[in-house]
């Protein structure tokens, strides 16, 4: 059994806090900072602090960067595969076009139909 504390022999407890998880569709960026601000710290007694072991706010953000740089690339070297395929380019700024549209309609639908991608 441990010692009980007293005033000449306190020490600093670290104590495990169970892992939060969001309940439903909530934003994976908001729900760290969020749940921190709100339902945690204002019930916390004085000098108790939370530290945070796993957020993973960056690699979200780091993720959505790389899918940016990536359909960039993508839709360029379609577009030239599609140019040189047709060799008109008026014919082919029909399909240049409509491809970006129609990924951009599904977005749309999926937004409106309160669906994620995962």
Request: charged share 25%.
């Amino acid at each position: 059994m441990a010692p009980r504390p007293t005033r000449e022999n306190r020490e600093v407890r670290r104590v495990r806090f169970a892992e939060g998880r969001r309940a439903g569709p909530a934003p994976d960026l908001d729900t760290p900072e969020a749940v921190r601000a709100r339902e945690i710290e204002p019930a916390l007694p004085p000098g108790v602090k939370i530290v945070s072991t796993y957020d993973r706010s960056d690699l979200i953000l780091r993720s959505i960067a790389t899918l940016k740089e990536k359909l960039i690339e993508e839709s360029l070297i379609v577009s030239l595969v599609i140019i040189i395929f047709l060799f008109h380019v008026r014919s082919a700024l029909v399909a240049i076009i409509t491809l970006p549209i129609a990924i951009i309609l599904s977005f749309i639908a999926i937004y409106y139909l309160n669906l994620t991608s995962s």
